[in-house]
């Protein structure tokens, strides 16, 4: 699958920077409806000097992180009236499910749909691949904020 948003185009979505910025790429992306992203996991990563050492392993928090960055760069795509310095926060985390190990050289594809919106509130589920072997699944919600709040 091509790239549709390589990460130049990404950071334009994203306020997230190094360390905390998790999506390299966007494969697809259906307005209102869907997203497909990368994240390459890498040895350099900063938690995994810490998390678990001699068995380097990417924190699960840090998977749903990554789904809900792709859901912002969705959520922000699909919208006309953004507003500039607004800015988007978990409002809640559900139904959370870690079934693999995320480790060094893989390549976490996340998968996220909107199941509901209404006005700043997105309810959205994600779930994230090593290959075709799911790692991590999630509901969550996500709201918008904007500068003033």
Same mark, same amino acid.
């Given at each position: 699958?091509?790239?549709?948003?390589?990460?130049?185009?990404?950071?334009?979505?994203?306020?997230?920077?190094?360390?905390?910025?998790?999506?390299?790429?966007?494969?697809?992306?259906?307005?209102?409806?869907?997203?497909?992203?990368?994240?390459?996991?890498?040895?350099?990563?900063?938690?995994?000097?810490?998390?678990?050492?001699?068995?380097?392993?990417?924190?699960?928090?840090?998977?749903?992180?990554?789904? =809900?960055?792709?859901?912002?760069?969705?959520?922000?795509?699909?919208?006309?009236?953004?507003?500039?310095?607004?800015?988007?926060?978990? =409002?809640?985390?559900?139904?959370?499910?870690?079934?693999?190990?995320?480790?060094?050289?893989? #390549?976490?594809?996340?998968?996220?749909?909107?199941?509901? #919106?209404?006005?700043?509130?997105? #309810?959205?589920?994600?779930? =994230?691949?090593?290959?075709?072997?799911?790692?991590?699944?999630?509901?969550?919600?996500?709201?918008?904020?904007?500068?003033?709040?």
């Amino acid at each position: 699958m091509k790239k549709v948003m390589d990460i130049h185009e990404v950071l334009k979505y994203l306020p997230h920077r190094q360390p905390f910025l998790l999506i390299d790429c966007v494969l697809q992306i259906t307005e209102g409806e869907s997203i497909i992203a990368l994240k390459n996991v890498t040895i350099n990563e900063p938690f995994f000097e810490g998390h678990f050492p001699g068995r380097p392993v990417m924190p699960g928090v840090l998977m749903i992180e990554a789904m =809900a960055q792709a859901a912002v760069v969705l959520a922000k795509y699909s919208m006309k009236d953004f507003k500039e310095g607004s800015l988007f926060y978990f =409002a809640g985390i559900d139904e959370a499910r870690f079934r693999r190990i995320v480790e060094p050289g893989d #390549q976490l594809r996340l998968e996220v749909k909107k199941l509901k #919106q209404k006005r700043e509130l997105w #309810q959205l589920e994600g779930n =994230a691949y090593v290959g075709d072997e799911l790692a991590c699944s999630s509901k969550f919600l996500s709201v918008l904020k904007g500068p003033e709040s």
